[in-house]
């Protein structure tokens, strides 16, 4: 799958999260809202990029007839976290054996160095060997800048990344691995 | 003008910038692009928020043949600057004495006290009588929580709010007055 944010549901490809009946973004999402519930963090996934080219009215209300999906200049979820800018996408890859870069455009790509840069965190949310990892931005980075390679080895992955805990609330508890990485004391 | 992400060009009215030929979302774009390549700010304006109902190929390319707008529960711009989350809107009104609260969604006016109470800045950029207000969260849940109008009269933007200077670039330096406001030592 290329770019999940850019699919409708329709055109999605079936991934099984073990019959969890829900797609990764779905997870993100309800993690997100229970995270807003609990005020524990605002982050929105960003609405799907398009360009509208026409637009009727039908009765009383607007109704888009023609739009077409852009490429995303930025990733799809970002917000804040205990006074943090946060900015991360999630991606999935039903290949086995590493991460094609393929799945990551150029324009986002500079998008996690800047956000980096400016004082904030990026990181991937990826889907792999049915495993939710945690990537941060920093080890995406030094991978990218020191390696001719166009995917990332799962091997990298399961050494750099974190395993993203799956439970009932929040789906993808990934604000833990934030917690450990970036507030030494652990979760508040 | 309710709410000017949720109108295409051709159904937006015309409010007159002196004649810059350009609107209060174009200017906004143009500063944030002039932020980012001078690496001083990174923040984006999000995708209109939609419901895609209908997706037809046409030859190879996906076209969106129906979606609806959504009502915005967030606002339209976010980002990163010296190391804080920012999370603002603009707002205009032809309304020469007061601005309507009816401009302001209520899911925004929570938005905004959740961002301030999470560590970020928030804030509305307002065009109104042909200036350019910054009007900062504070500012507006201080009005909100202490009064019953359904409106704030201008007098108490021109007192509490901060003009935004126009130049050549950036278009509208609304981050000068983050500096003023929020990092003492004034502009770095």
């Known amino acids: 799958m290329f770019y999940p944010g ?3 549901k329709e055109y999605k490809k079936n991934i099984n999260y073990a019959n969890r009946g829900m797609d990764l973004e779905d997870m993100i999402n309800q993690s997100n809202t229970y995270y807003l519930s609990e ?11 398009i360009t509208i080219s026409e637009v ?16 995303p200049s ?4 970002n917000g804040l976290y205990r006074g943090i800018y946060l900015d991360f996408d999630a991606k999935e890859t ?3 054996t590493s991460f094609p870069l393929s799945n990551l455009h150029h324009h ?3 998008h996690i160095k800047k956000v980096i840069e400016h004082g904030g965190i990026s990181f991937l949310i990826i889907y792999m060997n049915g495993l939710f990892f945690y990537l941060d931005g920093h080890d995406i980075i030094d991978f990218i800048e020191n390696s001719t390679r166009k995917s990332i080895p799962y091997s990298f992955i399961e050494t750099n990344g ?22 030494k004391e652990g979760s508040h």
Chains 1, 2 share one sequence.
Do not use: C, G, S, W
């Open 56 to 71: 009727r009215y039908q009765k009383t209300e607007r109704v888009i007839t023609k739009a077409y999906f852009r490429t």
């Open 74 to 77: 930025t990733l799809d979820y």
């Open 108 to 110: 986002q790509y500079e």
């Open 6 to 8: 850019n699919k409708t």
């Open 94 to 96: 039903k290949n086995r």
């Open 162 to 183: 974190h395993p993203i805990k799956q439970k009932i609330r929040p789906r993808l508890d990934y604000l833990e691995i934030i917690d450990t990485l970036y507030f």
């Open 39 to 49: 005020n524990r963090a605002v982050i929105y996934k960003k609405p799907t990029p």
